[in-house]
Structures are given as structure tokens and as C-alpha cells.
């Protein structure tokens, strides 16, 4: 029996203070174009993956729902509370239980669609996937499949021990550990992980 799509979640949040860690290296202009175009990356990746259905970008933002809509996402308005409370509203209300289900971060510069469909085939039938960021402690990618709950959330500072801790008794769970295509940008010094192209336009909006 061919299993059903996956349903990918985007967390996306005010444009107003987008990548603020970034400051010290880039004006709200320039952070808030590489914030778009880093999720635009993520979308176009989704959307080419067969076994992923349309992403859901989850957000506050009324500019980033309208960029999402035209890439073809579709967007679950969330209330702007925190990462992982709107995550799990959108989760709870668009996520049939045991189907397929992934939280992927918008801010992969390196992701594309077949480093992406190699992560959601290496989910397993009943269990969980977590994919970690270029320092191994954050994550870039949860998804799992056949569980009949949500796994818990925990986005933020060390989520991925975190994550991997709350998915211990998991039927099964396989661990992608600084794969170059879930690099992340979060901090000035991540600035050179961009790809050559984008990193020489960052540095000429300096």
C-alpha cells in the first residue's frame, strides 16, 4: 500500500525582528530579504518532493503568508505566541494522526529536493527522524510517521539532545547528525555557510 504524503510545517515569525542575531552584520532590510529567500528555498525544496504534500509556513506575519501563498504554501495564521505553541496548534489542527508529518525550518539555505526526499525516505514506517543543524545541538528537521501523537516540541537551545530524549521510546529513530543540507543561518559567524552567490549579495548590502 503506498503511504500517504507527507504534511510539511514551516515556522516562520514577525518580519519586524527576523534574524536578529544577524544584526551585527546586516541591516532589518538585508536580513528580512535573506530571511524570504531562505524560506523560499525551503518551499521550492518541499514542493518538489513527491512524498511531501504543499508546505504549511506558520506565522503572525501577514507579508510572509501573502510570499508564502504565491509560492504555492498554504499558511495556518498562528497567534505569534512562541515557536513551538503555534507549531503544535498548527499540528494539532492539519495533521491527521499516523500519516506523515515534518517540521522543517525555514532557514536552510543549502536544503534542496534531493537531499530533502532522502531525509523523508529514511523516515521510518512507525517512528521519527530528527535532522540537526551544522553545531549538532539545534534541529532543522523532526518528521515522523505512524505514531498516533504529535511527538513533543522543543525548538530552541539544545532541541535536538531535547528532541531525541522525548523520542527515546519511539517504535524507531534514526538521527541525521550535521548533514551540509540542514545547515542553518542563525548567527553572524553562520554567514559564510551561505551558498557562494547569496554570501557575495549579503556582503555588498553590508
Aim: hydrophobic share 50%; proline share 6%; glycine share 8%.
Amino acid at each position: 500500500m503506498k503511504s500517504s504524503p507527507f504534511t510539511a510545517f514551516v515556522p516562520f515569525g514577525d518580519l519586524d525582528g527576523v534574524k536578529s542575531r544577524l544584526a551585527p552584520a546586516l541591516s532589518l532590510e538585508a536580513r528580512q530579504d535573506l530571511a524570504l529567500t531562505m524560506l523560499g528555498n525551503v518551499l521550492d525544496a518541499v514542493s518538489a518532493v513527491q512524498a511531501m504534500t504543499p508546505a504549511v509556513v506558520v506565522t503572525p506575519d501577514r507579508q510572509v503568508a501573502d510570499f508564502a501563498t504565491a509560492r504555492g504554501a498554504r499558511v495556518f495564521a498562528c497567534a505569534g505566541i512562541s515557536l513551538n505553541t503555534d507549531l503544535a496548534a498548527a499540528i494539532a489542527e492539519m495533521w491527521a494522526p499516523g500519516s506523515g508529518a515534518a517540521v522543517l525550518m525555514a532557514d536552510l539555505p543549502r536544503l534542496d529536493a534531493g537531499a530533502l526526499a532522502q531525509a523523508i525516505a529514511s523516515v521510518p514506517g512507525e517512528g521519527a527522524l530528527i535532522a540537526s543543524d551544522q553545531t549538532g545541538l539545534g534541529t532543522s528537521l523532526l518528521a515522523w510517521r505512524g505514531l498516533d501523537e504529535m511527538p513533543s516540541l522543543h525548538f530552541g537551545a539544545d532541541s535536538f539532545a531535547l528532541h531525541c530524549s522525548a523520542l527515546a521510546n519511539a517504535p524507531s529513530l534514526v538521527k541525521l547528525v550535521r548533514d551540509p543540507a540542514f545547515n542553518d543561518i542563525d548567527q553572524s559567524d553562520d554567514l559564510h555557510l551561505l551558498p557562494q552567490a547569496r554570501s557575495q549579495g549579503m556582503v555588498s548590502a553590508l
